[in-house]
């Protein structure tokens, strides 16, 4: 199997930043798209970045020009850098990838969460 396991959550003051971080392990033949999605408290899971394998990037709107997404293959990491953090970032941050593996089969794990918490 694939796991996903983020870090680098915690407790910022408003304007400050962050990276997130995820970890892909186990039998991972290749990794293809990967994204960062968070859920706030009472509301639904929704996108902030994504990445292809090609290095394309999209944003949640809310997100543009704060947060940065990328990618160490080699590693098989993926990173989210958020700057000017606001309150309204406060959420629970969670990795998804499009994972093959060594067998050929097509995975979709997501990972434990991290939490980002802005706040004064």
């Known amino acids: 199997q694939v796991q996903l396991v983020e870090s680098g959550g915690g407790l910022v003051e408003p304007g400050g930043s962050l990276r997130l971080s995820c970890a892909a392990s186990?039998?991972?033949?290749?990794?293809?798209?990967m994204g960062w999605y968070r859920q706030a408290p009472g509301k639904e899971r929704e996108l902030v970045a994504h990445i292809t394998r090609g290095f394309s990037t999209d944003y949640a709107d809310s997100v543009k020009g704060r947060f940065t997404i990328s990618r160490d293959d080699a590693k098989n990491m993926v990173y989210l850098q958020m700057n000017s953090l606001k309150p309204n970032d406060t959420a629970v941050y969670y990795c998804?990838?499009?994972?093959?593996?060594?067998?050929?089969?097509?995975?979709?794990?997501w990972g434990q969460g991290t939490l980002v918490t802005v706040s004064s």
């Open positions: 998804n990838a499009g994972v093959i593996d060594l067998g050929g089969k097509y995975l979709d794990p």
């Open positions: 186990g039998r991972i033949l290749r990794i293809n798209d």
